[in-house]
């Protein structure tokens, strides 16, 4: 069996193969292929001494693993058994001794909790001629729906999930009326006829189930009968069904998905770029900009290419399970939406989606410069320039006829820088240079005339 065997499969392989060697007297080989369907065949060392209607049972742990008996419990026939171990600390450790009771009988109901879950519930039963029980359980399966029937009765559905690595049971049902298949059987096994008017509801046992691709990542959700049971990367579900003399069906469902592709990235040597959600991205430029756009894509059967449209489209050729694809495209501003295509090696596809906004970026603009030009009198004057951005100045420079006497470093959609400055005499070109995060800039020149005061004038009074 390809299970990876966990705890509780190892718990009721050592309790259910005690139970069955207890039983050894009242059942046959049929019963034993059913157990040996649901867990391993190790052999377990038991010995077992028949004391009137109970067998005394006592079972050696040859496992690694230790059991807390006190959350061990197992029912026959609705009634618990009591197990002891040899140093009586509760603890069933590798190697140690077990004793227990269980009851002979023609029939029993055997169910095994361990930590107040059910991992193991059958029915084991005397084997005797069945004169008509010729057929297999039938399985019948569909996209979301499984159904079992027999020409006896279907008592058990046990649903595993195939992992990369292991197989573990998801789902377990049982018929309804467990007490009227033992009726039934009862009756059949003395007659060698199954009655149809009482029993014939027995013949058919169906569960629900859907297989999930979890979005952007290739685990898969099994669901049954409406209830997550289990997620991961399920790549095939095995039904297993019994019939009531053990006869065991076994149908294999692949759970091929289509691939999952995602678009990573998006980055530019031309543009600011912010990621805004998910699958949006905005983007500045001062006009269209070169953009490498990144997709990935898994699959477990394998990919075979991932395609990146933006208008036009252009593909990547790969192989594996998982792969990556980078294209480049020029993008005028505005909206562009962006698919990107992944296809496995049998050809099924799936889209992923985005939206990539490009903004024009303007170049900033020199608002004010003070003084705005004329003619002063003071040699020494500041000089005081105000400029705005749409979206971020970088700084703001102040020459003098020519030579820079300031450049301020400066942040957001508005700033300003003041330098004090001394004049010649005369005319004065005073220039104002502001620039973006893209280097964009804008420029204003004015011209203020310095002219010295002229001096006093001495009047002296005539003397005559």
């Keep these: 069996m390809r299970e990876n065997m966990g705890f509780a499969s190892v718990i ?86 077990v004793t227990f009771r269980i009851p002979s009988s023609d ?29 297999f359980p039938f399985v019948n399966l569909n996209s979301n729906s499984v ?33 009227k298949v033992l009726s039934c059987y009862d009756n059949f096994r003395k007659t060698g006829t199954w009655d149809q008017n009482l029993c014939g509801d027995l013949q058919r046992l169906s569960a629900s189930y859907a297989v999930v691709q979890q979005q952007n990542s290739t685990n898969k959700t099994v669901s049954v009968s409406g209830r997550e049971v289990a997620s991961g990367q399920i790549y095939y579900l095995r039904f297993v069904a019994h019939d009531v003399t053990g006869k065991t069906t076994s149908v294999i469902f692949a759970t091929e998905a289509d691939p999952v592709v995602r ?39 394998g990919l075979k290419e991932i395609a990146i449209s933006v208008g036009s489209s ?5 192989s594996g399970t998982s792969a990556t694809c980078e294209k480049s495209f020029t993008l005028n501003t505005g909206n562009h939406n962006i698919l990107a295509t992944a296809k496995d090696v049998t050809d099924r596809t799936s889209s992923s989606s985005a939206v990539l906004r490009l903004i024009r970026d303007l170049p900033p603009n020199i608002a004010s410069i003070t003084p ?11 000089v005081s320039v105000s400029a705005t951005d749409d979206f971020n100045l970088v700084s703001i420079e102040i020459r003098v006829n020519g030579n820079t006497v ?3 470093a400066v942040s957001g959609t508005s700033a300003t820088c003041s330098a004090t400055v001394t004049l010649n005499e005369g005319a004065n070109t005073i220039t104002a240079i502001a620039k973006d995060d893209f280097g964009q800039s804008a420029d204003r020149t004015v011209t203020v005339t310095y ?12 003397v005559s």
């Design 12 to 97: 009721t392989t050592l309790i259910i193969t005690a139970v069955v060697t207890a039983m050894m007297a009242v059942i046959g080989s049929t019963v034993i292929s059913l157990v040996q369907e649901t867990m391993p065949r190790e052999v377990i060392p038991a010995f077992v001494v028949e004391e009137g209607d109970e067998s005394l049972v006592e079972l050696i742990n040859p496992s690694m693993v230790s059991v807390d008996l006190s959350k061990l419990e197992v029912i026959v026939d609705s009634s618990r058994i009591t197990i002891t171990d040899e140093n009586g600390d509760g603890i069933w450790s590798p190697g140690e001794k």
């Design 107 to 135: 029939y029993a109901m055997v169910e095994v909790y361990y930590d107040k879950n059910l991992i193991y519930k059958a029915i084991f039963l005397k084997p005797l001629p069945i004169y008509h029980d010729n057929s």
């Design 147 to 179: 159904e079992v029937t027999d020409d006896t009765a279907v008592i058990a559905l046990h649903i595993y999930a195939g992992y990369p690595d292991s197989e573990r049971l998801i789902y377990s049902t049982t018929a309804s009326d467990l007490n």
């Design 263 to 301: 678009i990573e990235s998006i980055t530019s040597n031309q543009a600011k770029i912010s990621r805004t959600s998910e699958n949006t991205w905005t983007a500045r430029a001062p006009g269209s900009a070169e953009f490498l756009i990144r997709a990935s894509a898994v699959d477990d059967s």
């Design 314 to 318: 252009s593909a990547c050729l790969v």
């Design 372 to 382: 705005s030009g004329g003619t002063v009198t003071n040699k020494v004057i500041t």
């Design 406 to 408: 300031r450049n301020c």
């Design 451 to 462: 002219q010295p005061p002229s001096p006093p004038r001495i009047s002296v009074p005539e």
